[in-house]
């Protein structure tokens, strides 16, 4: 048997054992995912890389424990003349003074060759006796994974001798024995028998840095843990273990998951010392790579700087899951890259220390992009047919990497009508340049221009049930401002809106006044004013600003969490120009609904989940018509048109909408509530748009639906009227 008796090094750990193992996915601790849907990507497999190895014993007293070792082997070459020789059931074991390795014979297979020509043997299994098992202990698996010998490979006598020592030299073992039994087909079995090395009770545990650190973060009261987990009499691997998984585990819970134990001391008193490596970041280092996920020589075509300032990871600092996480989620909002991975590894001179390498595949910096689309209008029985048999479209031109800087640069030409644009043709041109104050600005402020063109029909001057005229509304301007980062989850907008307001009939001719059918089949003149001017014409000035809380997460794809948005528009009044201020609060609550009994390990099932909407809306001041709150439509009340319930200055709505899981579709039926009223305001408006088109000025609907990719297609009940309509939607209502 191999002993070793005071000396308890940890230096062949290393070679004996490896240095980390993996947990859950497959390859190193890393972040990453393939952008795609909305284009934000998403987290891809983590690997949960932990110290599974008990740490080796280190002794302060070499001296002591060499001349305790003298004596030891002094007795042992004097107790090996006295051993009986005629044992002859247990093989001879491999030592440090005798280099053999006895083989037992097998009575079977007297003629059965199983040495090689080399005076080695073929490895068939390997197994292990008197291995303590449990949490933190290593496995067979873990412990025989560096060794020389393994299945199905020759090995000789010098190398078992050395994966014995290797063995030994972890600190953790009293003893190594190994026996080698000859089996069938040329092969043979090696038995590796451990005696497990004990210590006296734990008096005492503290831990300290290793590698010069100053400070640990684990916290002392974690540290106390230790003694209350403590049990009487003789320390071993369990208690080893037990602590390991007191220190160990807070440091994974905490993200910190290159944080390990590295060696103990002050065993043999009983004052224990932990060693305490945290995994402090040596260097990050950005890789571009290219279809295959090869290193592209050369760089990219973004600048490393641009990944580099979205990075929270830094040397010196201590790597944590959830930095890698933030990384990967701001490098995707850059809109530069397709593919992002963020990729941790231990350093090969120094694993006390982590590397941290960000592979990033750009996309295409330059893209032109034409979209055809036919609109959808619901006819008299709610069923949604093409509006027309033309089809419309956008065609857009963007620039991702506008001076290699980051900058970003789009262009879009929009109409309804690809054969003849001039009637309704609308342009839109988009600028960003994000760190506008400087890469040490901590909310990332980006300068965000945008000039517009647009064109769409309003909800304001329809009917409840007439045939009304539509009134398009056209916008020309510009909006300048900026975006601002405030934390996780809460982002900020505010800019200045210079705009042009102008409202048209079909032939595009400038209307002033709001119409109607009458029964003659004449159009009625006298409806409300269209504008807050009596020309059909508006300028326009305000300040915009939002304030958007987004605390959700996916489960399965289905968000989870709470949504708040609140907006203003404050008007500057200039010369004749309408003097207001607008402003709304929409409040949303995703609660999953029996988390534990519907989170199956492994399901890709959505939760059911409850969703609670409410919205309050209003103005005080001059509001131009075009400018109303407006109740129905498909992302306010649903089961009536855009208008169609009210046009006011103050309006609120809610909703509570059911959704659950449809077996193996992986989606989502729903119930819906939903109710909408303008809180009498309809009557403050001029010339009171819900009165003269005869709308209800409150209504409620309930629904069913189903989910199929982007598409709801819902059954809606209106409370109204009583009727029953069909629907068909892109996007989500909430």
């Known amino acids: 048997m191999l002993e070793k008796a005071v000396s308890y090094s940890w230096a062949p750990l290393a070679v004996a054992l490896p240095v980390y193992f993996k947990q859950g996915g497959g390859g190193s601790n890393g ?16 690997s949960n890389n932990s110290r599974n190895v008990i740490a080796d014993i280190a002794d302060d007293d070499d001296d002591e424990e060499d001349e305790e070792e003298e004596e030891e082997e002094e007795d042992e070459d004097e107790g090996e003349e ?39 043997f073929v490895c068939e299994t390997v197994v292990a006796d008197g291995l303590p098992k449990g949490a933190g202990i290593p496995t067979e698996d873990e412990l025989f994974a560096s060794l020389r010998c393994q299945p199905n490979f020759p090995c000789t006598r010098q190398e078992l001798s050395e994966d014995l020592k290797s063995l030994l030299g972890t600190g953790l073992f009293e003893g190594v024995d190994a026996k080698v039994k000859p089996m069938k087909k040329g092969k043979s079995q090696v038995r590796f028998i451990f005696k497990e090395k004990v ?23 974690e540290v106390a843990k230790v003694l209350k987990q403590k049990t009487l009499g003789p320390t071993g691997m369990k208690g080893l273990a037990a602590i390991k998984n007191v220190v160990e585990k807070w440091y994974h819970d905490h993200g910190f998951v290159f944080a390990y134990i590295r060696d103990f001391e002050g065993m043999d008193s009983g004052n224990i010392n932990a060693n305490v490596v945290e995994g402090k970041v040596n260097r990050v280092n950005v890789v571009y790579v290219d279809d295959n996920g ?26 944590n899951t959830d930095d890698g996480r933030k990384a990967l989620r701001d490098i995707f909002a850059l809109n530069l890259f397709e593919n992002v ?10 694993d006390t220390k982590v590397d941290v390498d960000v592979m990033v595949k750009e996309r295409p910096m330059k893209t032109a992009d034409v979209d055809l689309a036919w609109g959808l209008a619901p006819n008299s029985n709610g069923i949604p047919l093409p509006a027309d048999k033309m089809p419309g479209g956008t065609l857009t031109f963007e620039n991702r990497n506008l001076g290699k800087r980051g900058n970003q640069f789009s262009a879009s030409v929009t109409a309804e009508n690809f054969l003849e644009p001039n009637d309704d043709i609308g342009f839109k041109v988009d600028y960003r340049q994000p760190y506008v104050r400087g890469t040490s600005d901590k909310f990332k402020t980006a300068l965000e221009g945008t000039a517009f063109n647009n064109r769409k029909t309003s909800g304001v001057f329809n009917s409840g049930g007439d045939d009304v005229p539509v009134v398009w509304v056209d ?100 010369g004749i120009m309408p003097f207001f201020n607008k402003h709304s609060i929409s409040l949303t609550r995703f609660i999953q609904v029996f988390p534990k009994k519907f989170l199956r390990p492994g399901s890709k099932a959505p939760p059911p989940v409850l969703v609670l909407h409410s919205r309050y809306a209003g103005c005080i001041g001059d509001l131009a018509s075009y400018d109303l709150y407006t109740l129905g439509g498909p992302y306010s009340v649903r089961g009536f048109n855009v208008g169609e319930l009210a046009s006011a200055r103050r309006v609120f709505e809610g909703a509570v909408e059911l959704r659950v899981p449809v077996p193996k579709l992986n989606t989502h039926a729903y119930g819906f509530l939903e109710h909408g009223t303008d809180l009498g305001s309809s009557k403050d408006v001029v010339g009171n748009p819900t009165e003269y088109f005869r709308k209800a000025g409150s209504g409620s609907s309930a629904g069913v639906g189903v989910k199929l990719a982007a598409v709801r297609t819902e059954c809606i009940w209106d409370g109204n009227t009583r009727r029953r309509s069909f629907w068909a939607h892109f996007g989500e209502r909430f």
Request: proline fraction near 7%.
């Open 341 to 350: 991975q963020v990729m941790p590894k231990p350093n090969q001179r120094d």
């Open 31 to 46: 972040h990453g995912g393939r952008g795609g849907g909305d284009g934000s990507g998403g987290p891809g497999q983590e």
């Open 475 to 574: 916008r020309a301007g510009a909006k300048i401002g900026f975006h601002e980062t405030r934390s996780r989850s809460s982002k900020a907008n505010y800019g200045l809106v210079i705009e042009e307001v102008t409202t048209r009939d079909e032939q595009g001719q400038i209307v002033t006044t709001g119409r109607k059918m009458l029964p003659s089949g004449h159009a009625a003149m006298d409806g409300p004013p269209t504008t807050h001017s009596s020309k059909g014409k508006d300028r326009v000035a305000f300040l915009q600003g939002n304030i958007t809380r987004d605390a959700t997460h996916y489960v399965n794809g289905t968000p989870v969490g709470a949504r708040d948005e609140f907006i203003v528009e404050q008007s500057l009044g200039l």
């Open 82 to 120: 006295d051993d009986d020789e005629g044992d002859e059931e247990a093989a001879a074991p491999v030592s440090q003074r005798r280099k053999e390795v006895d083989v037992e014979e097998d009575d079977e297979d007297d003629d059965h060759e199983y040495m090689t020509n080399e005076g080695g």
């Open 294 to 319: 090869n290193p592209k020589k050369g760089g990219g075509e973004t600048p490393v700087e641009v990944v580099e300032r979205e990075l929270p990871i830094h040397a010196g600092q201590l790597y």
């Open 199 to 221: 210590w006296p009770e734990m008096q005492s545990f503290r831990v300290s840095p290793s590698g010069g650190n100053s400070e640990l973060l684990i916290p002392k009261e």
